[in-house]
């Protein structure tokens, strides 16, 4: 990451610290942190721009304005369940062009391999995005890319898979925002996780899963040059910060400022290490 950020200022003027240049091609992987910037502040992110063809089940194009309903049966995300979205009032791009469209949605968990309904979700807005192939996106969370309609994982390690679903670009700086909805197995069913969902509606996009480490990781950013990584563990359903990093050049005067805080037996422990930032002050 220090490489990155050192790259990214090779490009800035002394006197344009604060610029929207991401820290890497695809931009910076964090962001400070919980609040999202103000819509003076904000840049768009990659995936609230640009051809949407929506289709029933998986591919055939939608109008741009449509009134029919659409169905689309998606059977590649997961190896437990199928879902079945259906849009009564059809998938509206969200502007001419764009590769998304959105509307109210019923999701309905499918038993894997029949039209057997297991149980019926309800969202005011869901994102259906498009692959370069015209399928349904699923199973990706890559940051600053196109993020998945609908992502599988084993979010809190429980062994079982949890489902995110894309309800629209509420995150930072025009990012993707989910509902996210753990699986209860003794039930059989997917239930809201409001303290999940809130970390995508305050961070970059969907969070990063570590099974290694049993932990998830949000990023967050502001401009080009300040950068945080937080690390949560769960306490039973619910996540807990464990770790952060921060990276700043805002105002540092050529230099960079890493700090990492780790939370260790119940207590923070913080440590701060500078660094001068190579070609720092050139006008290019």
Known sequence: MKNMLALTLLFCSSALLVVTQSVDAK????????????????EEHPQSRAVE????????PVDPAPSRPTELLITRASKQHDFRVLMNGGCTKLFAGSDICEGPAVLSVLRK???????????????IVRSESNEVLVNTAELHEYQGSLVLDDFNFDGHQDLAVQVGQDGPYGGPSFEVLLYRAHRGRYELSEPLSALTRENLGLFEVIPARKRIATFAKSGCCYHVTQQYEFVGTKPVMVARHIEDALGTEGFLVETTEDLVKGRWVRTVHREPLPDWGHDW
């Not at 063809?53 to 055939?60: G, I, K, L, M």
């Not at 391999?113 to 994102?127: H, K, M, Y």
């Open 27 to 42: 931009r910076s992987h964090t962001a400070p942190s919980p609040t999202a910037p103000s819509s003076r502040d904000r």
């Open 53 to 60: 063809q929506a289709s029933v089940p998986d591919r055939a």
């Open 113 to 127: 391999g029949s039209a057997t309904e297991i149980q019926r979700l309800t969202f005011p807005n869901v994102s």
